[in-house]
């Protein structure tokens, strides 16, 4: 039996899941992402989510955690994921989808300076600056939704 490589999680994500542990919270991801894209301390970023309609320890529905980006003074422009595809190396340029360990693979790329929030099926993560803030760091979640974050 073959074991599955651990790839090591950020400082960032790891202060939040301190946090998380601390209240006694879980399916929250919702939570760290927007913590981690808005820039705001996790227990700001649960108190928008809580004030947007996220129930604790429930899931979170994408049109809360888009009301919860407008109550941390941030908005969402959607990014058609082509506009990363194309910019990868050789045949990686005819992929047909974005997966969250693109980040690492093709880091020129990602590494833009920007804040996205990306949606894969039941799970949502923070990338800033090419970095994958999110246990699926290594792991191949297909995107179905990427949304650069802008402040202010």
Known sequence: MSRIKSTPKTELFNRHQAEANAMGEHNDCAVKALATVAGVEYSVAHGALRLAGRKKGKGTY????????????????????????AQYPGAHSNLQSVT?????????VWADGKTYLIFTRGHVLAVVDGVNHDWTKGRAMRAYAIYEIIKG
Do not use: E, Y
């Open 100 to 108: 969250s360990h693109h980040m690492d693979r093709f880091n020129k």
């Open 62 to 85: 994408a049109n809360q955690i888009m009301k919860a980006l407008a109550l941390c003074d941030c908005t969402a422009t959607r990014v058609d994921p082509q506009h990363f595809i």
